[in-house]
């Protein structure tokens, strides 16, 4: 377990397999939670991850092509696409601070 | 631990990884299109002699749009996968190679020749990248994706088209053999299980498009564009998971089965097929139901339904099908629901269950209750 801290996170990447459907939906769920916390949250392809995501978040059949395409970035796993207890956790810990484990 | 430490060295060679992305490869040649298509098929249904409003100046963009339209798109796409706008540009050029005179649609030699002319083009850009002269690379650019884009042209006419116009219609003759023999309920035994894994859009728009497309251009409809899409085992088993799933899920369900059903994002119910992975069984088995009711009613759709919600499905369904359509949703989602609720145990002993169940979940990690796992090590255990 490492933890990073909240305060490295400018940008939050959610990746699916093509980009356009389930990462577009949580991606738009986390930016109205996240909405006044200057993070910026976006959604992705697996395979296109841009350079510049801080955290990853993607489900966890995809985690091994989410870490292929951006090595060295901290991944964020989750099973299920509503309520999940992990992307609940980096929600609060945005709001509220701290360190996110990943 | 070093900086790396949460990000365990990919290894590349996972299997699932591997096929996951070659098939998110080709689908994602076909994704960005899909609105293409479904103009298409709208354009179709409505005015071709048999549609809605017949009308012969309008049916003229029929043929032209599937024979040219939807495969350079495609081979456009392809080509800016590999190397950008330039990409792009020269996978519409090649297409063009392996479209013109073609007797089948020609989506097949779009997804080969697009990418395959961008990475060519790419491997000549490397290679003169530090070597031009000052004040030369506007013309060079220029006249290196024209002349390797024309050789492309010209290949894929002589060569390449002619080739795949066999594979084309080989498939076609496969396809058509399995339609005869009615075998085509027991594709979903591959399906289903592939779907949940993520393979969903590498089978419907990598694999099952481009085949379903000729039929389409052929018979004004297909039922392959039915195989992986039907929303309907989807809702089977999300219902059953909110009448006898384990309880701490149960309120995740409503808001999963809108998003299934209306909304068409398949991938809401795969994680809680992978927490169960037994309810694999009534995914196929509903799978199974609806394409045998696809089939024997003749029903097919005009163009793919993506995504896979129930709106598609009726505003892409041929006058005359509604019925076919209907009934092998409805069949569908009622059998799986019928057997996902037997191998829930209709919610008897569910404790007990958990515990037992988690042991044998290759891909989910923690068993049935949310699962509080948010470690690298789950996914690639």
Redesign the interface.
């Known amino acids: 377990m490492t933890g990073i801290p909240v305060s490295d996170i400018k940008k939050i990447i959610v990746a699916c397999d093509a980009g356009m459907g389930s990462s577009v939906m949580l991606a738009g769920t986390l930016k109205r939670q996240l909405k006044n916390t200057g993070v910026i949250v976006e959604h992705a392809q697996v395979s296109a991850i841009p350079a510049d995501a801080d955290l990853i978040l993607t489900q966890q059949s995809l985690a091994e092509r989410a870490r292929a395409a951006a090595p060295g970035k901290p991944v964020v796993t989750f099973q299920i696409f509503l309520g999940d207890p992990a992307v609940n956790k980096v929600v609060k810990a945005v709001k509220e601070g701290g360190t996110i484990d990943v | ?1 070093s ?10 060679t ?1 299997l ?2 591997t096929v ?2 070659f098939g ?2 080709l ?2 040649m076909v ?2 299109n899909i609105g293409a298509f479904i103009a298409w098929g709208l354009i179709t249904a409505l005015f071709i002699p048999t549609g809605w409003i017949p009308s012969n100046s309008l049916g003229q963009l029929v043929t032209p749009m599937i024979t040219y339209l939807l495969p350079m798109l495609i081979g456009y796409t392809g080509g800016r996968i590999v190397h950008g706008q330039r990409g792009a540009v020269i996978g519409a050029i090649a297409t063009m190679g392996v479209v013109v005179g073609a007797s089948v649609p020609m989506f097949l030699g779009a997804m080969i020749v697009g990418p395959l002319a961008a990475w060519v083009l790419k491997q000549f850009d490397k290679l003169t990248a530090d070597r031009l002269r000052a004040g030369f690379e506007m013309l060079v650019d220029n006249f290196s994706l024209g002349i390797i884009g024309g050789a492309f042209a010209v290949l894929g006419k002589w060569a390449i088209g002619p080739a795949v116009n066999h594979v084309t219609n080989w498939a076609g003759t496969g396809v058509n053999w399995v339609l005869n023999h009615h075998l085509l309920p027991f594709v979903s035994i591959l399906i289903e299980p592939a779907k949940v ?2 393979l ?3 089978i419907n728009h990598g694999v099952l498009d481009p085949l379903a497309v000729a039929q389409s251009a052929a018979h004004h409809k297909s039922i392959l564009f039915m195989l992986e899409s039907n929303p309907g085992p989807g809702l089977g088993i999300l219902c059953a998971y909110l009448l006898f799933g384990p309880r701490s ?1 149960r ?2 369900v409503p ?2 089965i809108v ?1 299934e059903f209306l ?3 398949h ?2 119910y ?3 097929i ?2 169960k992975p037994r309810l694999i069984l009534a995914a196929i088995a509903g799978g199974f139901a609806g394409v045998s009711v696809f089939s024997i009613t003749g029903a097919g759709l005009v163009a793919s339904p993506s ?1 896979g919600s129930i709106f598609a499905y009726l505003t892409e369904t041929p006058r005359g099908s509604y019925f076919g359509v209907l009934a092998g949703v409805v069949v569908a989602a009622a059998v799986s629901f019928v057997v996902a609720s037997v191998l829930l145990g209709f919610g008897r002993g569910e404790k007990a269950e958990e515990v037992e169940e988690s042991d044998d979940v290759d ?3 923690d068993g049935a209750a ?7 090590e ?3 255990a």
């Open positions: 631990m900086s790396m430490a949460y990000t365990p060295a990919p290894t590349g996972g699932k990884a996951q992305k998110s490869f689908a994602s994704m960005p894994l993520f969903n859009n590498a899920l309120p995740t808001g999963a998003i909304g068409g994002i991938e809401i795969f994680p809680y992978l927490m995504p891909d989910a990690g949310v699962p509080a796992q948010s470690s690298p789950g996914a690639t």
